[in-house]
Structures are given as structure tokens and as C-alpha cells.
């Protein structure tokens, strides 16, 4: 079993930015493949971010189209944490933000991610 946290969450202005991290303390993250998703109120959902293993230590970062640009991925190399660094953020990225993790699935399908966090809010307004 993989337990994930996020924090780094919190209420910004338009144009602000924010970095979410997601922690395990029982076991590296480095062997599993990650995403960020996130769930507005009434929406299914959605992906965000990932990152995947394509072999060794090297990975590929895959952004949805409304992020790209401006929210960015990284995991350290220890491979206990993931963050998401978000600039210039827009009240339509209001919503909780979710960490998951899967052992083998490479993409941006919610139901084939094995584990996640509990989520953490994300308020963009003036």
C-alpha cells in the first residue's frame, strides 16, 4: 500500500502561484509512475500533470492543454516526493487537487491509477 499527502495548497489571486507537493514516508516513489488531477465542484476529475518512467531514472512529463505552459512537474531524485509548480494561475484552476500514483500505466486515465492522496484545495480569486 502506497500513502500519499499533498500540501502546499491555499487560496491565491489570479496571477499568483503555488507549488503542491506529494510525500510518502513508507516507500520511494521512484518505481512508480505520477500524475496530478484535479476535481472542481460539479465536473468530473480531470488530469493535470504527469510524470512516467521510459527507462532507468528518465522521464517524460505529459501536460493537459489547459496547464501546459504554466504548471510544471518534477519529482526529486530520491524519488520521495513529486511537486507541481503552478504560475500564473486563473480562478478555472479552482478545484482539489489530487496526487496518484501507478506501478505500471503510463497516461492520463483516472481509474488506472493504483493509489492517491486525499486531496487539497486550490482557491484562485481576487
Known amino acids: 500500500q502506497v500513502q500519499l499527502v499533498e500540501t502546499g495548497g491555499g487560496l491565491v489571486q489570479p496571477g499568483d502561484s503555488l507549488r503542491l507537493s506529494c510525500a510518502t514516508s513508507?516507500?520511494?516513489?521512484?518505481?512508480?509512475?505520477m500524475g496530478w488531477f484535479r476535481q472542481a465542484p460539479g465536473k468530473e476529475r480531470e488530469f493535470v500533470a504527469g510524470i512516467g518512467r521510459i527507462n532507468g531514472m528518465t522521464y517524460a512529463a505529459d501536460y493537459a492543454d489547459s496547464v501546459k505552459g504554466r504548471f510544471t512537474i518534477s519529482r526529486d531524485v530520491a524519488g520521495n516526493t513529486m511537486s507541481l509548480q503552478m504560475n500564473n494561475l486563473k480562478p478555472e484552476d479552482t478545484a482539489v487537487y489530487y496526487c496518484a500514483a501507478t506501478a505500471l500505466y503510463i497516461g492520463r486515465l483516472p481509474d488506472r491509477y493504483d493509489y492517491w492522496g486525499q486531496g487539497i484545495q486550490v482557491t484562485v480569486s481576487s
Open positions: 513508507r516507500r520511494t516513489l521512484s518505481t512508480y509512475n
